[in-house]
């Protein structure tokens, strides 16, 4: 911990009874608390952070800003947040996100009902009294009718056990765990492990302050450069001027947000078309990048154009043929999350900055000054750790929690993640996940998919209470099918053709199981929807009177948007159109 990041504050443990436990006070854990609140039902949110964001108060690291626009990147539920917001550049810098996040908690007056700097360590379900137990890292011991996990899909940061780390004598840090008083590298040697999005973003601005700054190269990653800019007073204006307008072409859209898209199949393009298409789409830059053309991560030879056209940017970007080709990946184009970046390749032309491939000799051990690879020690004085997450499962896996026949969640998925819609799981009652695996979370905006899972979630609740219902979850059977379309789904996708964390490929030892859902955002709200007005279809409820009430739908009613047949049409799906970016 640096001297800025703040020490937590002594407290006595509690005990407790609530209506609900939030675990996480990141978007998904705020915006579930002021939905809780709005049903009248008592809260505890327990944050292991020392202040609000989530992904955004972690992740400090220079250059940290978000890959969705701006515009788009916040919450949709209040008219008057969107219009009193003003976000300064096209993508935001994290400080801009945090301050957001800070201003939701401010404005909602969520903190009174926040416990921070606090790990929630155990939750039990008690199937006689219906209720979840919970422990937490300070004592705590409290009771709750729903345990909500609002725990982020990239928040258990991944430590490689590098041979000899523990000799080193300068710092590490992780990116996903960055000190708050900002890191100086004035005039350091720095050596940066990981070239995924985290990397991406920092390694331009750790080469201005480093004296010599080495990236250990494990995969070359496919980036495509962000051109952000700052916001004009009239864009802000025009966009403010019809919101929801935005907000409602966004929920139509397979990824959540709104960007163009042409339909096109590359390969039915000439040459010269496809590089047109592609220039245009290189200089708009960012994730629609993808959106060239229709068929590009369902068709090999398709995205082979994408791919080539790519390498070529990278190779006249990069002077050195040497380091270009090193660069250049080698597998499918935007398999792994495509990387956004500003001025990334063109560091790679500094003298003082070396790219060294660990791909087929790996790190073999650490010095205390240094990074050995192949026999050669790179000198060091302090080590960036860019190396990702376990994504998705892996807040999960530090908590231990056990359902209803005392089995635990990590025995469970222990062959890979099992929820009903990612939004719960057989054998543990009234526990929930908020972007959980089987949800389409990580291949949507984020926020869009947390407001869609955190509104169905409170209409649920709202219903379990009108009827008197005490405890629910997914028969086995509807979440066996749900964890079986993901999987087929996935299998339409070059998306499952590589060893990305979406797979768990990332970290030695988890099972290969693709966890978002790629069918795309708006069949998936589709799917929600419909168990909802089928009276929570795949769920058996526990009540004391039987009610046959037909659920009342208060705020999942926004998402009952048309899809764009234009993007989205099941015969897109049929036939392996679905584009998600
Ligand atoms: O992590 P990553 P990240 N030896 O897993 C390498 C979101 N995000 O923090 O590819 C050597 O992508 C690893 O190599 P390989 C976004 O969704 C968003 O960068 O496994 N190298 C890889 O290069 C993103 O995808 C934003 O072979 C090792 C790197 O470390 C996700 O978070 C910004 C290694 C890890 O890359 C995660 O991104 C930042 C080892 N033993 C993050 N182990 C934006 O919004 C791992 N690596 C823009």
């Not at 609002?150 to 080193?168: H, Q, T, W, Y």
């Not at 494990?218 to 450069?225: E, F, G, I, K, L």
């Not at 994730?287 to 060239?292: D, E, R, S, V, Y």
């Not at 154009?305 to 080709?325: C, L, M, N, Q, Y």
Request: aromatic fraction near 10%.
């Amino acid at each position: 911990m640096d001297a800025k990041t703040p020490a937590p504050q002594a407290r006595a443990p509690e005990t407790g009874i609530f209506d609900a436990v939030v675990v996480g006070a990141g978007f998904a854990g705020m915006y579930m608390l002021h939905r809780l609140r709005g049903l009248g039902l008592s809260a505890r949110v327990y944050e292991a952070g020392g202040g609000v964001g989530g992904t955004w108060y972690w992740n400090r690291y220079p250059g940290a800003r978000c890959d969705v626009e701006s515009m788009q990147y916040s919450f949709s539920f209040s008219e008057e947040l969107d219009q009193e917001w003003t976000w300064s550049e096209k993508y935001s810098p994290q400080p801009e996100i945090l301050a957001y996040a800070n201003h939701i908690a401010d404005r909602f007056g969520l903190r009174q009902d926040i416990v921070f700097d606090t790990r929630v360590t155990a939750a039990t379900w008690d199937n006689r009294a219906k209720r979840w137990h919970i422990e937490t890292d300070r004592g705590d011991k409290v009771s709750a009718k729903f345990c909500i996990m609002a725990v982020g899909c990239l928040s258990a940061p991944n430590r490689p056990k590098f041979p000899g780390i523990e000799d080193f004598e300068g710092p590490v840090y992780h990116t996903g765990e960055w000190p708050h008083g900002g890191v100086d590298f004035t005039g350091l040697r720095v050596g940066v492990i990981g070239t995924g999005s985290s990397a991406i973003q920092s390694i331009p601005i750790i080469a201005e302050q480093a004296s010599h700054l080495t990236v250990f190269q494990r995969t070359a990653t496919w980036s495509v450069p962000a051109w952000n800019e700052t916001l004009t007073p009239d864009y802000v204006k025009a966009v403010k001027a019809d919101y929801p307008a935005l907000r409602a072409k966004a929920r139509a859209r397979p990824t959540g947000f709104y960007f163009p898209f042409n339909m096109k199949p590359a390969l039915d393009a000439g040459e010269d078309e496809r590089q047109q298409r592609y220039e245009e789409a290189w200089q708009r830059g960012g994730l629609p990048f993808l959106g060239a053309f229709g068929d590009l991560l369902f068709e090999k030879g398709a995205n082979d154009t994408i791919a080539s056209f790519a390498r070529d940017k990278i190779r006249s970007i990069v002077k050195d043929p040497a380091i270009a080709e090193l660069l250049c990946p080698d597998n499918v184009f935007g398999c792994k999350r495509l990387c956004v970046d500003t001025g990334y390749y063109a560091t790679y032309n500094l003298p003082h900055v070396k790219l060294v491939d660990v791909s087929k000799k790996p790190i073999e051990r650490i010095t205390a000054g240094g990074i050995v690879v192949d026999g050669v020690e790179y000198p060091v004085d302090a080590i960036v750790s860019a190396t990702g997450f376990a994504a998705m499962t892996g807040s999960f896996d530090k908590i231990a929690i056990t359902g209803r026949d005392g089995l635990t969640l990590a025995e469970k998925w222990r062959a890979g993640p099992r929820a009903y819609l990612g939004l719960a799981s057989a054998g543990f009652p009234n526990f929930f996940m908020i972007t959980g695996p089987g949800s389409p979370s990580v291949l949507a905006s984020m926020i869009q998919a947390i407001e869609q899972h955190v509104d169905w979630l409170a209409d649920l609740i709202g219903h379990m209470r009108d009827i008197g219902s005490s405890a629910i979850e997914p028969t086995v059977a509807d979440e066996d099918a749900w964890v079986e379309h993901v999987t087929e789904v996935s299998k339409v996708s070059l998306r499952s053709t590589c060893s990305s964390w979406y797979v768990g490929a990332n970290i030695p030892g988890r099972p290969i199981v693709f966890m978002p859902y790629i069918g795309g955002f708006p069949i998936y709200v589709q799917k929600c929807n419909e168990v909802m007005s089928n009276g929570f279809e795949g769920f058996v409820m526990d009540c004391a009177a039987a009610s046959n009430a037909p659920p009342r739908v208060r705020l999942t009613e926004r998402w009952r948007v048309p899809l764009d047949i234009e993007v989205i049409s099941p015969a897109a799906v049929a036939a392996r159109r679905v584009p998600v970016v």
